[in-house]
């Protein structure tokens, strides 16, 4: 499948850490352009340093997906830098699990400031810059909590599903020039839960993730399948997870 995306130009949110740096890695490994978008520039500029030194191309902006002009100048950089934009890859989002009744009404907010929202920014960013090409693929990194609901997780899976929906509504209205995916991870050994508020929650998911979880870089190669396939062929969902997850 290298042939197939060498010398594409992908431009990636929340690809400080996690599943956003291994899908850069692992692109740029392939002779993928990667330009990186996430809050921490340190931690970018770091990645970007590891993937020249291997002889890979890639750049960085310090964005924060909640703010639309953020998006905006992560794909004005790619389209600066290289002249097009082949792929914009929606990976950046937050999990903050509970009750519902708990009325976490803040970390409500940022689910859907970040995982939504941010979602939408990123497609409006793009899809200007796709429909003047004629080509375009946008990739929305998603979550199986969004397919098997659970308890604690119900306001996180509803942010999850809304994505799902609209890129099937984008996919009908869609003539085919511009491709959308959804990528639905299961337990990925990730620091998704990092900031997670709920202390004993994100020990017990740590703990889940230590045990069952699969690497980042799994999602990365499901990435590349999609973006693989001849510009006829749209992959729509792929849910990639740990073989023993229930």
């Given at each position: ?51 020249k030194s291997a002889g890979g191309e890639a750049s960085y902006i ?185």
């Open positions: 499948m290298h042939h197939l995306i060498k010398g594409k130009v992908v431009a990636i949110t929340g690809a400080s850490n996690g599943i956003g740096e291994a899908i850069a890695r692992t692109l740029a490994s392939n002779e993928v352009k990667v330009v990186l978008g996430a809050r921490s520039a340190g931690r970018l500029a770091t990645i970007v340093d590891d993937i310090a964005i924060n997906v909640k703010d639309r002009a953020d998006l905006a100048r992560l794909v004005n950089a790619a389209v600066a830098q290289y002249g097009r934009l082949d792929v914009i890859i929606n990976n950046a989002g937050i999990s903050e699990l509970s009750r519902i009744d708990d009325l976490d009404v803040d970390g409500w907010d940022e689910m859907i400031d970040i995982n939504l929202k941010g979602v939408l920014y990123g497609m409006a960013a793009a899809i200007p810059v796709f429909k003047q090409q004629a080509s375009g693929h946008i990739i929305n990194i998603i979550s199986t909590s969004g397919i098997k609901i659970v308890p604690m997780q119900g306001v996180y899976a509803g942010t999850k599903n809304a994505v799902r929906t609209i890129a099937e509504a984008f996919r009908q209205e869609s003539d085919g020039t511009i491709r959308i995916t959804g990528i639905s991870p299961g337990v990925v050994k990730t620091g998704l839960v990092n900031g997670m508020k709920d202390q004993q929650m994100r020990s017990a998911i740590l703990k889940n993730m230590e045990q069952l979880g699969i690497a980042p870089e799994a999602i990365a190669h499901a990435v590349i399948y999609a973006m693989s396939q001849p510009k006829e062929v749209e992959v729509g969902d792929i849910v990639i997870r740990p073989a023993a997850q229930i």
